[in-house]
Nanobody, 121 residues
Framework: VQLQASGGGLVQAGGSLRLSCAAS????????MGWFRQAPGKERELVAA???????YYADSVKGRFTISRDNTKTTMRLQMNSLKPEDTAVYYC????????????????WGKGTLVTVSS
């Protein structure tokens, strides 16, 4: 199984980035998918998730700014991040969970390598 995250980078506050996660080796449509992030010195947190049937979850800190989506035919997941803030700076990880909703880092089945998002003030 591979989850390949991409799209991170450096952006100024107020800007936008779009993260993508390409999945292979699993039956994508059977998994809840999500994005976690971890900032230096902080615990990992669930940012947004999309259920295998399409329901969504957002952390309060990103509601109204981030939009998560999935394409089961292309086995990809995206996170559109708008109005970025310096506090959004973190390594973002895509994750797949067969059973837990919203995703829990403790039961997540598969993790991708992180992609760094840096938001300058």
């Amino acid at each position: 199984v591979q989850l390949q995250a991409s799209g991170g980078g450096l952006v100024q506050a107020g800007g936008s980035l779009r993260l993508s996660c390409a999945a292979s080796g699993l039956t994508f449509s059977n998994y809840h998918m999500g994005w976690f992030r971890q900032a230096p010195g902080k615990e990992r947190e669930l940012v947004a998730a999309v259920a295998w049937r399409g329901g969504t979850y957002y952390a309060d800190s990103v509601k109204g700014r981030f939009t998560i989506s999935r394409d089961n035919t292309k086995t990809t997941m995206r996170l559109q991040m708008n109005s970025l803030k310096p506090e959004d700076t973190a390594v973002y990880y895509c994750a797949a969970d067969r059973s837990t909703w919203p995703l829990s880092g403790y039961t997540t089945n598969y993790w991708g390598k992180g992609t760094l998002v840096t938001v300058s003030s």
